[in-house]
């Protein structure tokens, strides 16, 4: 259906900012709720913010809620998180998934999704 590449991720200071990027291929990529997920060294994968198809709702983890931004291009087929204040808990492999529900909203949980990019790896150091 569709294929999934996150890029943009690598070492970035603390208090410094990272825009990753995620790439669909298909022809649908508009009518795909679209997400960011995270996984840290020795923890589970985790909700980190979610858009849905048409950018008009949109949602964030509490841990990074004023400093991430999720926003997408559909004419580009390219869904975005603009990360700023980073912290070390930023810390993770960064993974995009999207949704094809015909439902126009925001989903926060992992079985919802069903695909997935490979993940970008996000360090940030103190």
């Known amino acids: 259906q569709v294929q999934l590449v996150e890029s943009g991720g690598g070492l970035v200071q603390a208090g410094g900012s990272l825009r990753l990027s995620c790439a669909a291929s298909?022809?649908?990529?508009?009518?795909?709720?679209m997400a960011w997920f995270r996984q840290a060294p020795g923890k589970e994968r985790e909700f980190v913010s979610g858009?849905?198809?048409?950018?008009?709702?949109?949602q964030y983890a509490d841990s990074v809620k004023g400093r991430f931004t999720i926003s997408r291009d559909n004419t580009k087929n390219t869904l975005y998180l603009q990360m700023n204040s980073l912290k070390p808990e930023d810390t993770a492999v960064y993974s995009c998934a999207a949704n094809e529900e015909p439902w126009g909203r925001v989903y926060t949980r992992r079985y919802e999704y069903d695909y997935w990019g490979q993940g970008t790896q996000v360090t940030v150091s103190s």
């Open positions: 858009i849905s198809w048409s950018g008009g709702s949109t």
């Open positions: 298909g022809r649908t990529f508009s009518r795909y709720n």
